[in-house]
């Protein structure tokens, strides 16, 4: 898998046709208004980044107080038949579904079948011991401990994407992982715990978990094409997903129908779905009120302190607006959602490449519509910990040489080495000597600390992330390119 061809002059004229299609929306706004102004502008950055991302197709949603301002498809769905995005293009969701996962987990606890304070041995009587202080609640909100299956390589527990699994397979391979924390101490994405949610919700409704949120979520609000992924049916407006591979575009990887329907984030979205979901979300449909509260609060670790995750969800502020947002990566998809709550305002953005950054999307129109929710350009500020300062140099300078110590990542995932430290080290080495380097940003994320600092040589520039957990050791470690500001 992701082997490189060489670049064709196919592919360049592709790059071209692209230029040319991205320019041509396939839909107009609905029900604009006085917004018409601030959607020409829209269209001009979807259009801009489109081109700079290199993403073939992008659908875009845009619902104000209820009103749909644009529900609109740019580009290609797919590039082989040239076929133009449009509102019922169909997307593979990734891990946006495990908004729905969510709210299928919390219909059965408002029936009882299912408590988010259970214990999931109830559920795994044979799993292991250090599983005994996992809840259910654990597993919605990322604190369960239990390592991403996605990250488990070479082991007994590595996960082969092109290999058929029954859910008893998956809850084997889980059993294998060893716990990364107690359960409740900290957070760490973990698709393994949606998938072991996929389980107890056939387990406990009877159902497998697809044909419960068909019956009792997709239905009811008429999200009318919304399902799990199959390659086998026939799906009316389906898209390709794609990847570039050193700048050529190559088709999605293949991976097995059976992992292609799991509860982590496996379903098939297309815009007029997600707006549908957007209107449901609203009106407080299909749970409780007070179940809905459950969902959007941030968790609280052991330590009494937030994490800005609920069930599913993302939460946070922006200016002083409640945030709930998510993304989604899978098989040459890239998704998100973003609901601004003090704004009422929901900005749905699907893609249809791996690369593509959705995110980037949706931050550049919500600043177009609504000025005070635009991301400032980090500038520099005052350094005040020089120890931290410290120890980014050394780690650095490690990384560069290729001497990082895994001991020092205890609470990094197991997939950061040998490749992730490898693609760093390389990047460095091609980087050149570091000229410059400022601090950015200091948040708290947890328990953690957080630090963003942009590096500079004498071409270019680099963001790095340092976090650190109360045990010093790093939590946290990426390197970045430095993107351009948003423009709109």
């Not at 991403?148 to 994407?161: H, N």
């Not at 799991?262 to 409780?288: F, N, P, Q, V």
């Not at 249809?352 to 005070?372: C, H, K, T, Y």
Request: proline letters at 6%; charged letters at 25%; one cysteine or more.
């Amino acid at each position: 898998m992701n082997i490189a061809r060489r670049i064709t002059n196919r592919h360049t004229r592709w790059l071209l046709c692209l230029a040319v299609i991205a320019a041509v929306p396939s839909a107009v706004p609905k029900g604009a208004g006085d917004d018409a102004p601030g959607l020409d502008r829209v269209d001009a950055f979807v259009r801009a980044e489109m081109a700079r991302q290199k993403v073939p197709g992008v659908a875009v949603a845009i619902v104000k107080k209820g009103a749909v301002l644009a529900a609109k498809g740019y580009g290609l769905a797919n590039v082989e038949h040239n076929v133009a995005v449009s509102p019922d293009t169909i997307f593979q969701s990734g891990s946006v579904g495990k908004q729905f996962t969510s709210t299928a987990v919390m219909l059965l606890v408002e029936e009882g079948k299912i408590g988010l304070e259970d214990p999931i041995t109830k559920y795994f009587p044979d799993a292991p011991a250090p599983w005994r202080g996992i809840l259910v609640r654990h597993l919605l909100t990322h604190t369960s401990g239990i390592p991403d299956y996605e990250e488990a390589k070479d082991g007994p527990a590595s996960v082969d994407l092109r290999r058929d699994y029954t859910e008893d397979d998956l809850r084997r391979f889980a059993y294998k992982l060893t716990l990364e924390f107690p359960p409740g101490s900290r957070w760490n994405y973990s698709n393994t715990g949606y998938v072991l949610l996929g389980i107890i919700i056939h387990k406990t409704s009877g159902q497998f978990y697809g044909d419960l949120l068909h019956d009792r979520v997709f239905t009811p609000l008429g999200m009318k094409t919304a399902r799990i992924i199959s390659e086998e049916d026939i799906v009316l407006n389906r898209a390709g997903g794609y990847r570039l591979v050193k700048g050529a575009l190559k088709n999605q990887d293949w991976v097995s129908p059976t992992l292609n329907t799991t509860a982590d984030g496996a379903l098939y979205l297309s815009l007029r779905d997600m707006i549908a979901w957007d209107k449901g979300l609203r009106a407080g449909a299909i749970l409780k009120p007070a179940s809905w509260a459950q969902v959007n609060a941030p968790v609280t670790l052991k330590s009494g302190k937030p994490y800005p995750y609920g069930f599913g969800w993302s939460v946070d502020t922006l200016n002083g607006s409640v945030r709930l947002h998510h993304g989604g990566s899978w098989q040459g998809f890239k998704t998100y959602i973003s609901r601004y709550l003090g704004e009422d305002l929901t900005i749905i953005v699907l893609a249809n490449l791996a690369q593509s950054v959705p995110e980037r999307f949706v931050d550049g129109i919500a600043g177009i519509l609504a000025p005070p929710l635009a991301r400032p350009e980090l500038k520099p500020i005052r350094d005040t910990e020089p120890e931290v300062r410290a120890r980014l140099d050394g780690l650095l300078r490690l990384a560069r040489e290729g001497r990082l110590s895994p001991a020092e990542f205890a609470y990094l995932r197991a997939g950061f080495f040998p490749d992730v430290a490898k693609a760093y080290q390389e990047r460095l080495t091609k980087f050149g000597a570091i000229q410059r380097v400022s601090l950015l940003e200091r948040n708290e994320l947890g328990d953690d600390r957080v630090y963003r600092y942009e590096i500079g040589s004498a071409t270019e520039s680099l963001i790095v992330t340092l976090g650190l957990a109360p045990d010093a050791k790093v939590s946290l470690f990426s390197i970045r390119s430095k993107e351009p500001p948003l423009v709109g």
